[in-house]
């Protein structure tokens, strides 16, 4: 572990061919992707940053509710008519703002109006992912690995079922993990080229607008660039008018520049969570990243000899693992853990500077074939580890599922009566997206709600619909009526209610 810290000044033997592997592994991920690749406004998240784009397009920050004209909204629960999403504007002004922050939306306008919005998510879903997984290889180089090695940490990345997960449907951790990890890069780079830095104050702060929780990437960011005043300036000047775009949409979307769509969110979080988190941590880590990123943690033993790489990768891994430990939601599933996916670049190469370096240590002791021959089926078992992982929580088949959301959408606005009221949950929002129905939160109705909403309904003349997925089918017994089947979808069901005989 004495070797000096690496630089760019001479490439290890194979870094030219793993360049190729790298074009080779991109257009082989490129191929799983496109079949597979389902980013369309679905549930919550994903029709909330489509919602968001849209009103972007229209130079619009809040909507107006679509509400039944004899039930006004003053006289309901506040999110009867407020899809997934969304949320009422405290203006009594029967409007709503998105929630969601503003990066991945401002995205999708540009390439809307290029390409059409029902590719424009795929698009930009599927060159993050691409872009995530050469940042890696970039990352690798950077920290002194040899093309080969770094090319292994590519693809340990792509063949994560995470990765994969969220590469796959319209959310937001595929490029929040591709700008901040693009941030170190170009903040590792500042050194050789000042203007790099500006390059990295750029990239904190698209960061920062896809996630601001991303703020926190600027404790690597500083490491990386070291103890250089211009360095700093140029990282601010670039991160500056990023940031400054985020309180002026904060300011018309909610009344201050530092208010957010998720209002309180520090409530959220608690100490008494840590302990567990961390073990959910060691249990599943592993399993969504190879077994090498339990060598990641050893990193530290690299300060002395390679003190800036070791103390960019430590903190990097330090600051997200340790936000994210008290936040009660990175412990209820496996896919939670996508908020941690902008530390999976340097979790996975301070893993394998720590296994190249114990590799490295047995030259001595090993023959060259066996030393080979260990190194082959380190590969094979890590990348096979997250393969099996992949097929058992079937990580590659939720794009297909979210296509369902615009199939239904489109069948609601081809067969319903234009005057239709429709009860969703899960559902609201892409119905918000894809049609002009009036629509019902089925969570937020009570039994006085429902009469109230019974009564509008007949005194208008409207219909009452319900899409629901199998889970949700109890909502429909909130509003008593004859309620009967009109159309499926896989798990979700389209009903119609013909009033309660008398």
């Known amino acids: 572990m004495s070797a000096p810290e690496p630089t760019d000044a001479s490439p290890p033997p194979g870094h030219s061919l793993a360049r190729i592997g790298l074009a080779v592994l991109l257009l082989a991920y490129a191929a799983v992707l496109y079949p597979l690749i389902g980013a369309v406004s679905g549930g919550s998240d994903n029709s909330g940053y489509f919602n968001e784009a849209r009103l972007f397009s229209r130079l619009q920050i809040r909507a107006p509710e679509r509400v039944l004209a004899a039930l006004p909204p003053a006289e309901t629960p506040p999110y009867l008519y407020v899809p997934l999403g969304f949320r009422p504007v405290a203006d009594g002004a029967a409007r709503i703002v998105p929630t969601y922050p503003p990066g991945f939306p401002l995205m999708l306008v540009p390439v809307a109006g290029v390409f059409g919005w029902r590719h424009s998510g795929d698009i930009i879903l599927m060159l993050h992912s691409l872009a995530g997984i050469a940042l890696v290889f970039a990352l690798g180089r950077l920290c002194g690995l040899s093309g080969p090695w770094s090319l292994f940490g590519a693809a340990v990345l792509a063949a994560s079922p995470l990765y994969l997960y969220t590469s796959l449907q319209a959310l937001s951790d595929i490029p929040a993990t591709a700008w901040a990890t693009a941030a170190v890069v170009a903040a590792w780079k500042s050194r050789e080229r000042s203007l790099w830095a500006l390059a990295a104050g750029i990239s904190v702060a698209v960061a920062f607008l896809v996630r601001p929780n991303n703020f926190i990437i600027v404790v690597p960011v500083v490491l990386a660039i070291g103890w250089s005043p211009r360095g700093w300036i140029l990282a601010a000047l670039g991160a500056i008018p990023g940031i400054g775009a985020w309180m002026a949409i904060n300011h018309a979307a909610y009344g201050g520049i530092l208010e957010t769509g998720y209002g309180a969110i520090g409530k959220e979080f608690h100490g008494s969570l840590i302990a567990g988190t961390l073990l959910y941590y060691g249990k599943w880590l592993p399993l969504l990243f190879s077994p090498i990123v339990i060598a990641s943690p050893a990193i530290v033993a690299f300060f002395r000899s390679r003190p800036r790489c070791a103390a960019v990768l430590a903190s990097w891994m330090a600051v997200f693992l340790a936000f994210f430990a008290p936040y009660r939601w990175t412990h209820e599933s496996w896919w939670y853990l996508r908020f941690l996916l902008p530390a999976a ?81 899960q559902f609201s929002g892409s119905i918000f997206y894809f049609t002009d129905f009036t629509l019902l939160r089925g969570d937020q109705i009570d039994a006085g709600t429902a009469k109230r909403v019974r009564s509008a309904l007949q005194s208008e003349g409207r219909p009452l619909y319900a899409v629901l997925f199998a889970f949700e089918e109890n909502l429909i017994g909130r509003i008593p009526g004859n309620w009967s089947v009109v159309h499926s979808d896989e798990d979700v069901l389209v009903l119609r209610c013909d009033p309660p005989a008398k």
Request: aromatic share 4%; proline share 2%; with cysteine.
């Open 345 to 425: 670049p340097a979790v996975i190469v301070a893993g394998l500077i720590v296994v190249a370096a114990c590799l490295e240590g047995l030259k001595a002791s090993l023959r060259a074939m066996a030393l080979q021959a260990a190194i082959a089926l380190l590969v094979c078992s890590a990348l096979g580890a997250e393969v099996v992982q992949t097929l058992s929580l079937e990580a590659w088949s939720i794009g297909r599922g979210e296509r369902k959301y615009g199939r239904v959408s489109g069948w609601l606005a081809n067969n319903l009566p234009k005057n239709s009221v429709v009860l969703a949950c």
